[in-house]
């Protein structure tokens, strides 16, 4: 009997150092701060001035080494508008499956400093380099 306590003990003893803050996956401090703050960002995509029909734009950001900590996609409305919400700070973006293979052949990729609540970035394709 005292053995079977022992064992139950021993086990919930476990399981209260799984649960326990600071084990397990959790992220460093300061990349968790970075997805807490966040910034919307809305704009139009464009093909050589006119509105993309389709495109995905994706937005990646940055932590203080320069590596993406996490990914934002947002699929453009028929009239070439996205919107989508990101960390602040740092952000790569990059711009595919436009359906057009020589856009989609480019390099379209930016960045962008995003600020607390609303920003707006309107991208006109190719990306200029």
């Avoid at 080494?65 to 919400?85: F, W």
């Avoid at 973006?93 to 707006?120: E, F, H």
């Amino acid at each position: 009997m005292r053995s079977a306590q022992r064992c139950l003990g021993a086990l919930a003893a476990w399981a209260a150092f799984l649960a326990a803050p600071g084990c397990g996956g959790e992220k460093p401090a300061n990349e968790a701060a970075a997805e807490q703050s966040g910034a919307t960002v809305s704009g139009k995509v464009t093909i050589k001035g006119h509105a993309a029909s389709k495109a995905r734009v994706t937005f990646e950001p940055l932590d203080s080494r320069g590596m993406p900590i996490t990914s934002h996609v947002a699929e453009l409305g028929k009239d070439g508008t996205y919107k989508v919400t990101t960390s602040t700070g740092k952000n790569d973006i990059t711009v595919s499956s436009t359906g057009d293979a020589a856009i989609d052949s480019s390099y379209n990729k930016t960045t962008i400093d995003a600020k607390p609540g609303p920003n707006t970035l309107d991208l006109d394709l190719p990306l200029k380099q």
